[in-house]
């Protein structure tokens, strides 16, 4: 199995799962077949700038945020910290059709996990059923993946998302049987899409800028 090439909504299990890391693979995939990718962050918090960095990784990628809190939190509580206007979906939506008019097909990402709280009682899920995409579950190689990587789905499919499969970022180049055993029991759960080895350079710079995702 592989990654989709391009219309999918990325969300995580978590937030530092590395959703940003499979942009930019799923951006490269699509630029290694001529198309011009086009990566929009729904919403981002914290210092980082998620769309920018796939933008800068993957050259002839179209990149754009539609909001952006300094706060690091979700993205319902940043608005409120920051006192600044909360999120509309519709803005998002109008964003994703303006995008791709620029572009061959878009990668939505999201911020921390499918049920962060958006704005009032509003979800990341509710965002990807406005859009219409297929979903793409990020998580990490290690056991806590389980239980997190089931719960999405189950999420993703109480609120009528397809769901495209699961995408383990962090993983070993010489994997334990521990981790192995892991990776078979998430096939179990979901499709696993595509299997992205630990990426020290990715890692240091979530260390250094930790936001919401």
Known sequence: MSLPILDAFVTGTDTGVGKTVVCARMAAQARARGLVPGVLKAVQTGEDDDAMWV???????????????????????????????????????????????????????????????????????????????????????????????????????????AIAGLAICGASLQPNGSERAIRAALERIATVLEVIPHDPARSQRAQESPGSG
């Open 55 to 161: 933008a800068s990784h993957v050259p002839g990628t179209v990149a754009a945020t539609v909001y952006h809190y300094e706060s690091p939190l979700a993205p319902a509580l940043a608005a409120r910290a920051d006192d600044e206007p909360p999120v509309d979906i519709r803005a998002i939506v109008e964003a994703v059709v303006e995008l791709r008019r620029h572009c061959d097909g878009v990668i939505v990402e999201g911020s921390g996990g499918l049920l962060e709280p958006l704005v009032d009682r509003l979800t990341f899920a509710d965002l990807a059923v406005a859009l219409e995409l297929p979903v793409i579950i990020v998580c990490p190689p290690g056991r806590t993946a389980l239980n997190h990587a089931a719960l999405t789905v189950a999420a993703a499919r109480a609120a009528g998302l």
